[in-house]
């Protein structure tokens, strides 16, 4: 055998799988300036929380961020990183983490679309000292994030010194940080108190839908250990959380709603509705829905107008107007279809939903191709009537019979009690 054979031997292969190699990326480039494209053109351009920012000098367009985006996110365009479908990002920061170039940062709010987020240092204590923030009111609205979080607040308490104050902590908040820095109170034998405004655990997760499916991933727990998940429903995940809390013997004191925190000697003095705690330190996990956004609309006081969905069953064979254009808005409507006779519109102010899951906008358009859901884009609600409700959508006006309103609007930051007790509160725009 020559040796020109052999090189071709040798050189042939060589070629082919360089072939299909650069066929294959090529094909994958294509799609990524689809999805790209198509994102655009539905107005899916705003994150809504946590996202990346990829640094083109730093890029080398390895991939590994795509790869270990389970949303779909991320793409390969001219051999760079980007966000390519920014709608679907939901800030888990997995991206970050595999690049190997550290070409990625995480940045809260973009140019367009601010976000306000309390102060805080790397180990969660804000700019007063003595009061920490973890979970969902400092950006992190993951529950693995914010389990993180509360577990790593603890441990920064955990190794100040003591003080002669009752408490050494006053938890407030009963979701996912609150439970997780309670559990790491009582692993560290803190002397600590939890309060839960409302009656019932979960914090954010307890106002989903029924049945919605709660993305997480294996996350930490004190005492407990490792746990893992993937897709669970709401109700799963709250059943979890109940069983946690009976098998360590966790008191959560429900109903209490925290009133005041104010700076007292080596501590604070905080006051609930219920009674006054004195204690070194002060860990807020309240969330960021706040006072839930209204309409600001005539008959919006009426008993029927409601801030969240909490049981599909009871709007069957009635009449229901959504109001709203994020993933809440979306899945009340869509539970509420699925009901028995139950007439359900949804109305957003907007031209597009920019701000929700694909799942959810595949199973909006199914439900309003079924005729389950009506949709009215670049509506207004201007008038709530006990049997109607009036709204407006380009100059005219449309009338519709109406049993019940949801308005699924958000919530808006408590800044005002944040500042008063001297918390900074910085608005982002795309910064980290």
Request: net charge positive; hydrophobic share 40%.
């Amino acid at each position: 055998m020559s040796d020109f054979t052999l090189y071709l031997l040798y050189l042939v292969p060589f070629v082919l799988v360089l072939w299909l190699y650069l066929r294959r990326h090529q094909r994958q480039v294509m799609g990524d300036v689809e999805r790209l494209k198509q994102a655009t053109a539905e107005g899916l351009t705003e994150p809504p929380t946590l996202h990346p920012v990829i640094d083109p000098n730093k890029c080398i367009g390895s991939g590994a961020c795509v790869t270990a985006c389970p949303e779909q996110a991320l793409g390969i365009i001219r051999g760079k990183g980007h966000l390519v479908n920014a709608a679907a990002c939901i800030g888990h920061g997995a991206c970050e983490t595999a690049c190997p170039h550290d070409a990625i940062k995480l940045v809260f709010g973009t140019e367009k679309r601010g976000m306000d987020i309390p102060l805080v240092k790397p180990d969660f204590e804000s700019n007063v000292p003595g009061i920490f923030i973890a979970g969902e009111l400092g950006g992190m609205g993951l529950v693995r994030k914010a389990v993180d979080q509360g577990r790593q607040a603890i441990e920064t308490i955990a190794r100040r010194k003591g003080s002669a104050l009752p408490f050494d902590v006053v938890i407030v908040g009963a979701g996912p940080a609150g439970l997780a820095a309670s559990l790491g109170a009582l692993q560290h034998k803190l002397r600590f108190v939890t309060i839960e405004q409302e009656d019932s655990l979960g914090g954010t997760v307890y106002h989903y839908p029924r049945n919605k499916i709660v993305m997480t991933a294996p996350m930490q727990l004190p005492i407990i250990g490792n746990v893992k998940m993937s897709e669970i429903s709401k109700e799963k995940l709250l059943e979890f959380w109940q069983g946690v809390i009976e098998k360590v013997g966790l008191k959560i004191n429900f109903f209490e709603r925290l009133e005041t925190v104010t700076p007292v000697g080596d501590g604070f003095a905080v006051k609930t509705s219920k009674k006054e705690y004195r204690a070194r330190t002060v860990l807020l996990t309240i969330g960021r829905r706040g006072t839930p956004r209204k309409l600001d609309v005539p008959g919006e006081e009426q008993p029927k107008v409601v801030y969240r969905l909490l049981d599909p069953e009871q709007y069957r064979g009635r009449h229901v107007l959504v109001v709203g254009g994020g993933d809440s808005a979306l899945e009340a409507a869509i539970a509420i279809g699925d009901e028995r006779a139950a007439s359900v519109t949804l109305s957003y102010r907007s031209e597009s939903f920019g701000r929700v899951k694909p799942k959810n906008r595949e199973r909006l358009k199914a439900a309003e191709a079924s005729g389950r859901v009506k949709v009215l884009l670049e509506s207004n609600v201007k008038r709530i009537l006990a049997d109607k409700v009036t709204l407006e959508k380009k100059g005219g006006a449309i009338e519709l019979p109406n049993d019940a309103v949801i308005v699924c609007a958000g919530g808006i930051l408590p800044t005002p009690f944040l500042k008063e007790i001297g918390v900074l509160v910085e608005t982002k725009h795309g910064t980290a």
